[in-house]
Nanobody, 118 residues
Framework: QVQLVESGGGLVQPGGSLRLSCAAS????????MSWYRQAPGKERELVAR????????NFANSVKGRFTISRDNAMNTVYLEMNSLKPEDTAVYYC???????????WGQGTQVTVSS
């Protein structure tokens, strides 16, 4: 059974940091690119960061470049999103997504809420 379980969300003040984790099971993690998306109320889901299955190549949305870092641990089947200098506009539900490198099939997690507010 495929599972993506996000954790690490919560309430943080502007300028603060959070580290999200996504634990994967039920599929060959190393064959999947891993991404973090987010969806704020009333807005479409958007790609935040992505890390490739091979080589660890990363991509980021312009809005988070220089503030967020994505990494993966293939031994632990886990992907991380380190978020620094958080802003109120980063408030959203953050979703983990696994994309199969051969056919683009996706698995999604249930999401974790991140709220940036004073």
């Amino acid at each position: 059974q495929v599972q993506l379980v996000e954790s690490g969300g919560g309430l943080v003040q502007p300028g603060g940091s959070l580290r999200l984790s996504c634990a994967a099971s039920g599929f060959s993690f190393r064959n999947y690119a891993m991404s973090w998306y987010r969806q704020a109320p009333g807005k479409e889901r958007e790609l935040v960061a992505r890390i490739s299955s091979i080589g660890g190549i990363t991509n980021f949305a312009n809005s988070v470049k220089g503030r967020f870092t994505i990494s993966r641990d293939n031994a632990m089947n886990t992907v991380y999103l380190e978020m620094n200098s958080l802003k109120p506009e980063d408030t959203a539900v953050y979703y983990c997504c696994a994309t199969f490198m051969y056919n683009g099939a996706n698995y999604w997690g249930q999401g974790t809420q991140v709220t940036v507010s004073s």
